[in-house]
């Protein structure tokens, strides 16, 4: 059953050292809060996942806490590049950063194959690229009834899995709706789970279509509103584009980087 | 006629071609622009599909990223993203793609993940996203990028998506359902898949620009339409419907 903790918490009992750690929300519902949790806590060697790095992983990447980065689209959305992460992989700053990448729909398939209990998923993609020929975890699998030639890409299995939700009832059962990107098959891939919400509530209201983690799922729910800053939660909150639009200059050079880390991060342990 | 940039006949000319399509799966940046301007003149019904998961949406102004709250909110349905791949581009149920790169080559083959070699990159790209699929089930696609020396390249120093690979034949071998890239749209031109070889052919000239000037700008050995025309230019209509666009984006440049 999931357990109400403090974000500090919640980061300490599941967040160790050389884990594998997935922090989805696909634009939305970014868990920002709980990756400078993870930075302030000063994990080192990661492998992080997520499919699109955005600015959360280039943070944790900048702040030295990353060994390796799993992934398939590295930009800042509408912006440009995403300095922190080119700087690692041009630079080795501050080290060096090993990479796994994938198309969106091959590093989705690998969650939907974790979260099926399956060792790998099937797809149309990568031929005659050479996305599949840099991968460990691409290969082809021939269909057994037609004979046709198919991406297999393994199935991914964090140690943990981290998201930001908008509600979690007192049971622990989680509700987030709006673009809910690969939110549950990566929660469900994984071995221990970490949901940052907005709310929490008596009892959802609405219907219970909306995506929902049952209560057994989930190993760890901290009340943090706003947790999702500078992405957003439908319902509570808008995207700050200017944020992504001002990160641009924030990260290009190092030191202002560092600055911001100081300022922003490790200078902010009070308030949670 | 109002004076045009050559980016705004490009725009123009890419939402042109979506006229008649049902729906299209589109890339942030040049795409979307194109596609929402596609949307309020060309082609009023189109379904726009954007990667995040939004299916029809209608944004009243330009999204920053694919997951704006102003495409969810205004869609006609929301999907996981497992499900958007898996059921809605995967099986060809979007007509169109469209998408950008850093460099293409003469076959429409796309490179959106490094500059130089991958293992000691001079500038990390951001990488594949949802081009390779798109350009792999899309019945069709659209390639839409500004052109010079460094972007329409000889070589592809990596190969993200693929167009028509090595040529004719390439697409089927390959197990790739779409019929591949329909046009190649620059600053300067147009460019058709020439019937036999799959060679993307220029086609048309934008106004003022010059076959020596587009041959300039080209790094391989330019195929030209024995046909070749020259672009329509933009009516006034199109102008002021994509410059109001630009105007209520959120964004500011957004390649």
């Known amino acids: ?272 | 006629m109002s004076e045009f940039s050559t980016d705004e006949i490009m725009t123009i000319a890419a939402s042109r071609e979506l006229s008649g399509a049902r729906s299209c799966f589109v890339g942030i940046g040049l795409p979307s622009i194109a596609a929402n301007l596609a949307r309020s003149l060309h082609a009023p019904g189109l379904v726009l599909v954007y990667e995040s998961g939004t299916v029809g949406a209608k944004p009243s102004r330009l999204p920053l990223s694919i997951g704006d709250g102003e495409l969810a909110s205004t869609a006609d349905v929301v999907v996981s993203v497992p499900e958007i791949f898996n059921y809605w581009l995967q099986p060809g149920r979007i007509d169109v793609g469209m998408l950008g790169a850093a460099q293409v080559d003469r076959f429409a083959n796309l490179n959106t993940t490094v500059i130089g070699t991958y293992g000691q990159p001079t500038v990390r790209l951001p990488g594949a996203g949802g081009a390779p699929e798109i350009a792999t089930a899309c019945p069709r696609s659209i390639v839409v990028m500004r052109q010079s020396r460094r972007t329409f390249v000889d070589r592809l120093d990596f190969v993200t998506t693929i167009g028509f690979g090595d040529g004719a034949g390439a697409r089927t071998r390959l197990g790739m359902p779409g019929a591949g890239p329909r046009v190649l749209i620059s600053d300067l031109g147009i460019y058709r898949p020439d019937p036999e070889t799959c060679e993307m052919t220029l086609t048309s000239l934008h106004a003022g620009t010059t076959v020596s000037q587009v041959r300039d700008a080209t790094g391989w050995d330019l195929a030209v339409s024995a046909d070749l025309v020259e672009t329509a230019a933009p009516t006034e209509e199109e102008l002021v419907f994509l410059r109001r666009l630009k105007t209520a984006s959120s964004a500011k440049a957004t390649d």
């Open chain 1, 1 to 272: 059953m999931a357990e109400f903790l403090s974000l500090e918490s919640a980061i300490a009992a599941h967040v160790h050292d050389g884990d594998m750690v997935a922090l989805e929300g696909f634009t939305h519902l970014i868990p920002f809060a709980a990756g400078h949790e993870i930075i302030r806590q000063g994990r080192r060697d990661l492998t992080l996942v997520r499919l699109t790095p955005d600015l959360i992983c280039d943070q944790l990447i900048g702040a030295g806490c990353a060994r390796k980065l799993v992934f398939s689209w590295g930009g800042n959305p509408g912006v440009g590049s995403l300095h922190r992460f080119r700087d690692a992989v041009e630079n080795e700053w501050p080290r060096a950063l090993e990479l796994d990448e994938h198309t969106h729909a091959g590093l989705t398939n690998r969650f939907v194959a974790g979260a099926s209990g399956l060792p790998f998923a099937v797809l149309r993609a990568y031929a005659g690229t050479d996305v599949a020929g840099y991968s460990p975890t691409v290969a082809t699998v021939t269909c057994p009834f037609t004979g046709e030639v198919l991406a297999a890409v393994a199935a991914l299995r964090p140690d943990v899995t981290i998201i930001h939700a908008q509600q979690a009832d007192r049971a622990g059962n989680v509700r987030l709706w709006g673009i809910t990107g690969v939110q549950k098959e990566s929660v469900l891939a994984a071995s221990r789970s970490i949901v940052t919400v907005e709310e929490i509530v008596d009892e959802f209201r609405d219907d219970r279509n909306a995506v929902i983690l049952p209560s057994w799922t989930v190993s760890a729910i901290a009340h943090v509103p706003g947790g999702c800053h500078p992405s957003y939660a439908a319902g509570y909150s808008d995207r700050d584009n200017e944020y992504y639009e001002a990160w641009d200059d924030l990260s290009r050079d190092r030191d202002t980087f560092e600055n911001w880390l100081a300022q922003h991060v490790y200078d902010q342990r009070s308030l949670r």
